[in-house]
C-alpha cells in the first residue's frame, strides 16, 4: 500500500531563513508522481510544486525546491528566503502509476514564520 | 479564466438527513476529485471521476456517493449523515488523470456540519 509520512507537526522559523519540510513516501509502483500543497488559514489548497519519479533533475518553482532523494523514499520540501505570507499548512501527496493512482496526502506541517 | 467553485460553502444538517455538495471544474478539466478533510484524519480521498466514469475510490463506506456529469461538473452525496461526517469537502479539478504531471487545482470547499 501506497503511504506519505509527514514526521513535523509544526514548525517555526524566523522570517527570511531557509526551511525544510520533510517527507518520506512508500510505494511499491515504479512509476508515480510527488507533490506538494500550501493551505492558507483560508482553506484554499494551492499547488506548489510537482516530482516525477524519473525526473533526473530536482524540481524548482521560484522559492520553493524539491529535495527528491529517491532511494531514500524522500521528498522534502525547500522554502529559501521565508516570508510571513508562508505561514499555513503543507501537505506532501502522492499519486502512483500503474498499481494504484490514487493521490494520498501526508498529514500535514503546520509552518509558522516568525517577524 | 474561472477557479473551481463549490456550492454550497457552508451547510448544516442533523443526524440521518442526506445531503448533495455541487462541484464546477475549471473549464476544460475532465477530471475531477472529492476528498473529505478533518482535524483527525487530514486529507483523505474519496473518490476520482473521469468523463462520466469513476475511475477510483477511496475507502469510505457505500453512503458516500458520487457522479459526473457531461459537462464535467460533479456532485457527491452522503446519505444518512452521521456527527463524523462533519467535515470540509474539497473538490480538485485537472485535466485528465495521468501517470504525468497531474496538477490538481482545488475548490474552496464546502464546509458541513452535522448536528
Known amino acids: 500500500a501506497q503511504k506519505i509520512t509527514q514526521t513535523q507537526p509544526g514548525m517555526f522559523v524566523q522570517e527570511k531563513e531557509a526551511v525544510t519540510l520533510d517527507c518520506t513516501y512508500d510505494t511499491s509502483d515504479p512509476s508515480y508522481g510527488l507533490f506538494w500543497y500550501k493551505q492558507p488559514s483560508s482553506g484554499e489548497m494551492i499547488f506548489l510544486i510537482y516530482?516525477?519519479?524519473?525526473?533526473?533533475q530536482n524540481a524548482t518553482e521560484g522559492r520553493y525546491s524539491l529535495n527528491f532523494q529517491k532511494a531514500r523514499k524522500s521528498a522534502n520540501l525547500v522554502i529559501s528566503a521565508s516570508q510571513l505570507g508562508d505561514s499555513a499548512m503543507y501537505f506532501c501527496a502522492m499519486r502512483g502509476g500503474v498499481r494504484d493512482d490514487k493521490i494520498i496526502f501526508g498529514k500535514g506541517t503546520r509552518l509558522h514564520i516568525l517577524p | 479564466k474561472a477557479g473551481v467553485t463549490q456550492t454550497p460553502r457552508y451547510l448544516i444538517k442533523t443526524r440521518g438527513q442526506q445531503v448533495t455538495l455541487s462541484c464546477s471544474p475549471i473549464?476544460?478539466?475532465?477530471?475531477v476529485s472529492w476528498y473529505q478533510q478533518t482535524p483527525g484524519q487530514g486529507l483523505q480521498f474519496l473518490f476520482e471521476y473521469f468523463s462520466e466514469t469513476q475511475r477510483n475510490k477511496g475507502n469510505f463506506p457505500g453512503r458516500f456517493s458520487g457522479r459526473q456529469f457531461s459537462n464535467s461538473r460533479s456532485e457527491m452525496n452522503v446519505s444518512t449523515l452521521e456527527l463524523g461526517d462533519s467535515a470540509l469537502y474539497l473538490c480538485?479539478?485537472?485535466?485528465?488523470?495521468?501517470?504525468?504531471?497531474?496538477?490538481?487545482?482545488f475548490g474552496p470547499g464546502t464546509r458541513l456540519t452535522v448536528l
Open positions: 516530482q516525477g519519479s524519473y525526473d533526473q
Open positions: 473549464s476544460g478539466h475532465r477530471s
Open positions: 480538485a479539478s485537472s485535466l485528465a488523470p495521468t501517470s504525468g504531471k497531474d496538477e490538481q487545482f
